[in-house]
């Protein structure tokens, strides 16, 4: 491999370590190198501070000087919180940058290169970009299209069913699947289902792997008539894990939860559009839609899911059972996504579809 591509590589694995954690910021990978030796990592830490390259180069020290640093994202060139990151390299002393992308923010977008460039430091881009666009597709997203980047998740039987019948809880996946699962929630920055998830399962839609319970992510319910029970699991937990409701109506419902007022389609329902954008402006990234049949159609018409990961049972439910999407056969998901990926998972398998030219559309 060649040595750039291999220590982006590295950069990237140390990047998802901050995948849903970073807040509004993104998850970046940083590696400080110096003749074939790796003098400093770092990832951005919870919350989005500090960033990767602070990191890094804390942990490099005075030996940073004349090193090559591979970041995954433009380094940032706007004071925040803290200094651009950009100007850490300079005074930092080194040689050289290598990065994956540019960043699309306005406040960046080409100024931490030109920072870089204008100290006399060389800058290559574009390394690993592809594997980049996709870590970073919940940031790209956000700042491109003012929402977060949308994975629906459908688990289903062989003949494309969520549960046996109305109201029923339905247990159709292996443990594998569930640990998959509780991964895919530690990576996501929020979390959402539709009322009905809530009154049927009653469900916790916490990270419950062990020793990753505090990367439990937000969780959202879309509830257009404000009407979540105070007995529900959510509603009892608000206060360790947050809760945020998408409402058309305005009110409070109990501690730890936040009501988000969302415009109203012509039907009377939340908006999900106007939703999406109104949890972009909160900093969420990577949203998870964990279904029901109604909200993953309504996410499907809206045409914002970016990404189904579909797992599938060799279980057959019948005739009687709730189909995965309300109007939509499984079949028309290869109509309007592209798949990429497939995976046995003990007895059961994954497939991952992905919106058409997704990476392309990031850039």
């Known amino acids: 491999m060649n040595p750039d591509r291999r220590w982006m590589d590295y950069a990237l694995r140390l990047g998802r370590r901050a995948l849903g954690t970073t807040a509004e910021n993104p998850p970046v990978g940083c590696v400080v190198v110096k003749d074939g030796r790796v003098l400093g990592v770092g990832w951005t830490q919870p919350g989005g501070r500090p960033h990767a390259e602070t990191e890094a180069l804390k942990m490099a020290g005075d030996a940073a000087k004349g090193t090559t640093a591979y970041v995954t994202l433009e380094p940032c060139a706007h004071h925040g919180r803290t200094g651009p990151c950009a100007e850490a390299l300079v005074n930092a002393g080194l040689a050289r940058v290598v990065t994956a992308l540019e960043d699309p923010d306005l406040r960046v977008s080409g100024g931490g290169h030109a920072i870089l460039k204008a100290a006399g430091i060389t800058v290559k881009t574009g390394i690993c970009a592809e594997e980049a666009t996709q870590d970073l597709?919940?940031?790209?997203?956000?700042?491109?299209?003012?929402?977060?980047?949308?994975?629906?998740?459908?688990?289903?039987?062989?003949?494309?069913?969520?549960?046996?019948?109305?109201?029923?809880?339905?247990?159709?996946?292996?443990?594998?699947?569930?640990?998959?699962?509780?991964?895919?929630?530690?990576?996501?920055?929020?979390?959402?289902?539709?009322?009905?998830?809530?009154?049927?399962?009653?469900?916790?839609?916490?990270?419950?792997?062990?020793?990753?319970?505090a990367r439990s992510s937000i969780r959202i319910v879309a509830d257009t008539r404000l009407s979540i029970p105070s007995e529900a699991r959510l509603v009892k937990t608000a206060e360790q894990v947050p809760v945020w409701i998408l409402s058309t109506r305005k009110g409070g419902v109990s501690a730890g939860i936040t009501v988000i007022d969302c415009k109203q389609t012509a039907g009377g329902w939340v908006d999900l559009t106007n939703a999406m954008e109104r949890l972009a402006e909160r900093g969420i990234n990577r949203l998870l839609v964990e279904g029901g049949s109604h909200i993953s159609q309504s996410f499907l018409e809206a045409g914002l899911i970016d990404e189904v990961q579909l797992f599938q049972s060799p279980t057959v439910i019948g005739p009687q059972g709730i189909d995965a999407i309300a109007d939509t056969p499984l079949s028309a998901l290869e109509k309007r996504f592209k798949p990429t990926q497939k995976e046995v998972l003990g007895t059961d398998t994954l497939t991952v579809y992905e919106r058409p030219h997704v990476h392309r559309d990031s850039h």
């Open 137 to 213: 597709a919940g940031f790209l997203t956000r700042i491109q299209k003012k929402r977060p980047y949308v994975t629906l998740k459908i688990g289903v039987s062989a003949d494309g069913k969520i549960s046996a019948g109305p109201g029923q809880r339905t247990s159709i996946t292996g443990e594998e699947v569930k640990t998959r699962v509780h991964l895919m929630r530690a990576q996501s920055d929020a979390i959402l289902v539709g009322l009905s998830t809530v009154l049927i399962d009653d469900p916790d839609l916490t990270c419950r792997l062990p020793g990753m319970e």
